[in-house]
């Protein structure tokens, strides 16, 4: 298996503008999760998902950030609009079934930048 | 809430040596996950190695193995026989036991150097 797959590696855009990151989970995995990290917060878990549902978003910053995953090889993580302040790398994960004993896979990142 | 802490932000060990990196971590839970992740330059998040509060026996993965203190609430990791492929961002992380969700704590990391 290719492993978690992100897109794009790096996104350069300015304030105001729609931002959307992709991700596509190890296949035959059923959870996935949308983490952000920045040097002032370290690593946070936004949402996850099980079975395509969203399970916890609690993690989301705000309103203008949203997750969907339509299908169980897909999803997207968008933020609109878009400020200097979520400038960050995305990181997508996937896992079996969920479980603390299960290992999350971690795709390469999406590092953002927000003008 | 749970936190981790992790009090050494960089260091370094030459090629071969023995290393020890720290992680402290504050819960009133009784039954919980610990786990070491390891970033590389490259960025991707890596599972170095899971521990579970329940087992008394320390972790071990090859040249990587844990000191789990459970009434201390500490939980370091020491990296025998350093590689260069080593150096990278260590991070302490916290899970209780219900899994994931708010549950998983990471800690702020550790930059740890190999030098040849």
């Known amino acids: 298996d290719a492993g978690v797959i992100q897109s794009p590696r790096h996104e350069v855009t300015e304030m105001g503008q729609e931002v959307t990151l992709r991700c596509k989970p190890i296949?035959?995995?059923?959870?996935l999760f949308w983490y952000r990290q920045t040097m002032m917060r370290g690593l946070e878990l936004l949402i996850y998902?099980?079975?395509?549902?969203?399970?916890?978003d609690s993690g989301m910053p705000e309103d203008r950030f949203s997750a969907k995953m339509p299908n169980a090889s897909f999803s997207t993580l968008k933020i609109q609009p878009s400020e200097p302040r979520d400038s960050a790398v995305y990181f997508c994960?996937?896992?079996?079934?969920?479980?603390?004993?299960?290992?999350?896979?971690f795709g390469p990142g999406t590092r953002l930048t927000v003008l | 809430a749970q936190t981790v802490t992790q009090s050494q932000p960089e260091m370094s060990v030459q090629e071969a040596e023995t290393v020890t990196l720290s992680c402290t971590y504050d819960?009133?839970?009784?039954?919980?996950?610990l786990f070491w992740y390891k970033q590389p330059p490259s960025r991707q998040m890596i599972l170095v190695i899971r521990?579970?509060?329940?087992?008394?026996q320390n972790a071990t993965e090859n040249r990587f193995s844990v000191n789990f203190q459970k009434a201390a609430k500490s939980f370091s990791l020491k990296i025998s026989d350093s590689q260069l492929g080593d150096t990278a961002m260590y991070f302490c992380?916290?899970?209780?036991?219900?899994?994931?969700?708010?549950?998983?704590?990471f800690g702020p990391g550790t930059r740890l150097s190999v030098l040849p």
């Open positions: 296949s035959g995995h059923d959870y």
């Open positions: 521990q579970e509060a329940y087992k008394q």
């Open positions: 819960t009133s839970e009784n039954n919980y996950y």
């Open positions: 992380a916290f899970m209780k036991q219900r899994g994931y969700g708010q549950n998983f704590v």
């Open positions: 994960a996937s896992s079996f079934k969920g479980l603390p004993t299960d290992t999350q896979y």
């Open positions: 998902f099980n079975n395509n549902v969203p399970i916890d």
